[in-house]
Nanobody
Framework: QVQLVESGGGLVQPGGSLRLSCAAS????????IGWFRQAPGKEREGVSC????????YYADSVKGRFTISRDNTKNTVDLQMNSLKPDDTAVYFC????????WGQGTQVTVSS
C-alpha cells in the first residue's frame, strides 16, 4: 500500500528548531515532486515549501524563507523540512504531498510553537 507518513512534530519554544520528515512506503520518493503544507486553526491550507524531482529546485513561502530548508535523503526515502527560528505563527498541522501523475498525502504532524 502506498503511504506517506510525517513525523518530527512537537512542542518547541519560540526561536527553537524542529526537523520534520516525510517518509514513503510503497514507492520511491526521489521520482516525485514533494510539497510541505500547513493548516492552522481557522486558516486556509498554505504551501510552505516544495522540492522538484527533476532539477531539484526549491520553493519557500515568504513567511518561512531563510528559516526553513527542504531536502531529500534518498538513502532513507524521505524528504525533510528543517525549521529554525520558529515563531508562534508557525503553529499548525504540517503535512506532505507527493506528486507524479497522481497525488499522495500524509496525515500530518502537529507543530506547536509556544513559551
Amino acid at each position: 500500500q502506498v503511504q506517506l507518513v510525517e513525523s518530527g512534530g512537537g512542542l518547541v519554544q519560540p526561536g527553537g528548531s524542529l526537523r520534520l520528515s516525510c517518509a514513503a512506503s510503497g514507492f520511491t520518493l526521489d521520482y516525485y515532486h514533494i510539497g510541505w503544507f500547513r493548516q492552522a486553526p481557522g486558516k486556509e491550507r498554505e504551501g510552505v515549501s516544495c522540492i522538484s524531482s527533476s532539477d531539484g529546485s526549491t520553493y519557500y513561502a515568504d513567511s518561512v524563507k531563510g528559516r526553513f530548508t527542504i531536502s531529500r535523503d534518498n538513502t532513507k526515502n524521505t524528504v525533510d523540512l528543517q525549521m529554525n527560528s520558529l515563531k508562534p505563527d508557525d503553529t499548525a498541522v504540517y503535512f506532505c504531498m507527493a506528486r507524479l501523475a497522481g497525488e499522495y498525502w500524509g496525515q500530518g504532524t502537529q507543530v506547536t510553537v509556544s513559551s
